[in-house]
């Protein structure tokens, strides 16, 4: 990460803490900083705008200043950049993906499971109910805090070669994945070469054909106009996307109580506007990305051939993911 990002939020919480942030003073001016790699317009960034309003209109109803600041498209970082601000106190909350996440804490990995997920319902289920609320408190010895689960939706395929209807068409292409390790040998056993980029270098590298494809939700190649330079898109729903909200413990706690509450429930409540907001538009997502790129959908069956595929991946982690926590997600997904 450029050094002076990590200088000029380090300098802010120094100042912040000087001034007696964290005194419970109703009149007191208090700052949130939230950071993500979306870009305007994409479903988190209207959630995090609407997190804003309810914060600083609840926050002043109580007699509290409080400014909330939205910092999108990663403009403090990489999303591991950001997550690590958050360890260090040095950014109060990130909606992220859970791709870098398990880099932190290995069991979130079993949300990047291919085919985990085979809709929303399951999804919902799973991060709203008793699993979702552990995961969420599971990085509270590393200072972080979760608060609620968004979405950035099912992931999909595009790319500059060909059209891809079977596990055998993606043979060879050149796929930008996150840094991941479970993204990373699906692509492998499907044959293709997975090629982690940070997400800011994916649509220079797509257009100089440094890589050949990439996938991510209809809301992200959308928003970020990758279907300029990708003539080829597959809905393959291979892998649902969830989104932690996460905040810093340090900076969480410093917050007087009455805050603390108003930002908590805020982040929870503020996850229904986000997913819909992402699920309504689906359509237009697809109709906007249709203009350029040539749209397959996989049927129920060519799905099938894909989820095999992944089967030896399952078992390649359930040691590194632990066997009954993954057998716990998939039973709960199932019902």
């Not at 190649?221 to 413990?249: C, G, R």
């Amino acid at each position: 990460m450029k050094r002076w990002i990590v200088c000029l939020l380090s300098a802010s919480l120094a100042i912040s803490m000087l001034s007696g942030c964290g005194v419970s003073v109703k009149g007191k001016s208090y700052s949130i900083k939230v950071g993500y790699g979306t870009n305007p317009g994409h479903p988190i960034d209207l959630a995090s705008k609407e997190f804003e309003k309810r914060v600083e209109k609840e926050a002043g109803e109580m007699g509290y200043d409080v400014d909330v600041q939205l910092f999108p498209s990663s403009q403090l970082g990489s999303e591991k950049e950001m997550i690590e601000l958050l360890q260090i106190g040095a950014l109060d909350m990130c909606p992220t993906t859970t791709g870098p996440l398990g880099l932190f804490e290995s069991s979130y990995l079993a949300f990047d499971l291919p085919f985990l997920f085979l809709n929303t319902d399951q999804a919902d289920r799973v991060l709203d109910g008793e699993i979702g609320t552990e995961m969420l408190s599971s990085m509270e010895d590393i200072g972080i805090v979760g608060l609620s689960w968004w979405e950035n939706g099912f992931r999909e395929l595009t790319n500059n070669k060909r059209k891809i209807v079977k596990p055998e068409d993606l043979k060879g292409i050149k796929l930008r994945t996150m840094q991941n390790d479970v993204h990373i040998d699906f692509f492998q056993k499907l044959g293709a070469a997975p090629t982690p980029l940070g997400f800011g270098e994916i649509y220079t590298s797509l257009q100089s054909n440094v890589i050949d494809g990439q996938e991510n939700p209809l809301s992200i190649i959308a928003t970020n106009k990758f279907y300029e330079v990708q003539p080829y898109t597959t809905i393959s729903d291979h892998v649902y996307s969830p989104v932690p909200v996460l905040y810093s413990k340090a900076l969480l706690e410093d917050l007087p109580e009455e805050l603390q509450e108003i930002v908590t429930k805020a982040a929870y409540d503020v996850r229904i506007y986000e997913r819909e907001a992402g699920r309504t538009q689906e359509q237009e997502y697809i109709d906007e990305i249709a203009q350029k790129s040539d749209i397959y959908i996989l049927t129920d069956e060519e799905k099938m051939a894909f989820q095999e595929a992944a089967q030896s991946t399952y078992v390649k982690f359930e040691s590194v993911i632990g066997k009954e926590f993954m057998d716990r997600v998939i039973e709960e997904a199932q019902k």
